[in-house]
């Protein structure tokens, strides 16, 4: 799987905690940073459906 930071600039993503996420045959998501205590959430789209996930973290 590809992770690809929006926007283009890693220090950027990373404050904002939006990821791109590209594999094969769908692409998505992530809006959070895992490496914060949080909520992680995950959207994933392909021709067949979709997925939206959360992730909750104690900190």
Known sequence: MENS???SN???AQASGIF???GSGY???QLG???RPGT???QIYSNQGSLDRG???AG
């Open 40 to 42: 992680v959430r995950v």
């Open 33 to 35: 940073n895992p490496q």
């Open 20 to 22: 791109k996420l590209d």
């Open 10 to 12: 890693p220090y950027l």
């Open 55 to 57: 992730f909750w973290q």
């Open 5 to 7: 930071a929006l926007p």
């Open 27 to 29: 692409e998505g998501f």
